[in-house]
Structures are given as structure tokens and as C-alpha cells.
């Protein structure tokens, strides 16, 4: 028998999709004020992989991905999740989402997305959210399922989370991390 | 030099989310609006505000 241990914290990643680009300094403050000091960002990255989005959001809508300095443990993605639900909720106009939050978690192994819809290959996690296995990390690099994302299984974002890895590796070896949250 | 060019294609300033580009001695990212440079380390960027040193300094 193994005996139950607690895995590592992970790295947190949050994606953005927007329309406006003035909102992104609103999104990322009230990021910032939840989860604390980004120690990645990305340039802006195109999304129009998806028409769901822009009947709700508009269109063109574009993407930006952060990534958190303090570690989270792998059992709070529900609970982030229900926090991004509620900074998506401040953007609302007449009951439409200008800002898409997209929480997940990294680690080594996998890259895992926090989603309210239930799917055959997701996983419940409690409290109305599920875990969608996004990437695995394979043959030094991240690797896409069958399910994932496309936008998730494209280079700039792929390389994105490769190089949060590599920081992770570091935050992992040189430092104390607190957690973060509200 | 192990950081390569594709690096500042996925990665922004973290203060005002513009651009950045690598320093001539390839050991630090400038973000030329917040006057600040981001170090390398061990080939990890340390894009943190609070670690970053002003451009002038
Ligand atoms: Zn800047």
C-alpha cells in the first residue's frame, strides 16, 4: 500500500480573452489583488480558434497568459476557479462576459485547466468545477490530447508554459514560496 | 546564448504588459517604457517588478 502524500504546489496560469485591450489592465489588477505578482506574462496572442466565445465576446478577440510567483496547492484549483468566476463577473455587460478567465495548474507532469462543463475525459473536482487534462509533459515538451484546446496545442502557447516550467524547476529549487489566494 | 529570440515572442513586461528586448549582453530583458531591465539568470528571466533594475542604473 502507498501511503497518501501531498503532492508539490504547482504554478499557477491564468488565461485572458478579450476584446478590449484596455481591459486587460483592470483583468490583471484584479488578478494581481487574488493571486498576487505575476512573474510571466505574455505578448498579446490571437484567438480565433473558437466562434463560441466570439457570440458572447465579439470579435477579433485576442489572448494573454499569466503566470503566478507564488505556488498554489493542486487542490485549490476549484476554488481559484470560482475566484476568476467572480473577477469575470465584475466585466459583465448586460450579461455578457467581456473578460474570459481560464485558471489552471502546472506542473511537472501535466497542465490542467479548471472548467464548469462536465466532459467524458474530465475530472470532478467538487464545487461545481471540473479538471480538464490540457497537456502532458512528454519528450521535453508539452504535448497535446485529443481534447485539447487547439489554441492550448499551439506553439506560442506551448512555449509559454515550457518556459513557466523551466521557472517553476527554479522557484522549486531556490526559494520559499507562500501561498496565494484571497 | 541559451535564451533565444523566441523567448521575447511569449513573454511581456509584467508592469505594462509591452514589449521587450534583449540587452546587447544578452543578459537581461528591457522593457523600454518602464525603463526597466529584467536579469537573466541560470537562463530564467526574472520578470518580476519588484527584482527588476531601472535601465539608467
Ligand atoms: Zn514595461
Known sequence: ?182 | MAISEELLEILACPKCKGDIFLNEAGDGLVCEHCRLVYEIRDDIPIMLIDEAKPLDG
Open chain 1, 1 to 182: 500500500m502507498s501511503t497518501p502524500q501531498p503532492p508539490k504546489p504547482a504554478k499557477l496560469v491564468i488565461g485572458l480573452i478579450l476584446k478590449d485591450e484596455a481591459l486587460l489592465g483592470p483583468a490583471a489588477e484584479a488578478l494581481e489583488q487574488c493571486f498576487g505578482m505575476p512573474d510571466m506574462v505574455s505578448p498579446w496572442l490571437s484567438f480565433d480558434f473558437t466562434d463560441y466565445y466570439q457570440r458572447e465576446m465579439g470579435a477579433p478577440l485576442r489572448r494573454r497568459m499569466f503566470s503566478f510567483r507564488a505556488l498554489v496547492g493542486q487542490e485549490t484549483l476549484s476554488e481559484v476557479k470560482l475566484e476568476t468566476n467572480r473577477i469575470e463577473g465584475r466585466f459583465l455587460v448586460d450579461g455578457h462576459r467581456r473578460v474570459n478567465i481560464d485558471p489552471g495548474i502546472l506542473t511537472f507532469e501535466r497542465f490542467v485547466l479548471a472548467t464548469g462543463k462536465n466532459y467524458t475525459h474530465r475530472i470532478y473536482l467538487g464545487r461545481g468545477i471540473f479538471a480538464d487534462l490540457t497537456l502532458l509533459f512528454s519528450g521535453g515538451a508539452f504535448q497535446p490530447l485529443p481534447w485539447t484546446y487547439p489554441d492550448y496545442a499551439q506553439a506560442p502557447l506551448r512555449g509559454f508554459l515550457e518556459e513557466v516550467r523551466r521557472r517553476y524547476r527554479y522557484d522549486l529549487k531556490g526559494r520559499e514560496n507562500q501561498e496565494a489566494g484571497c
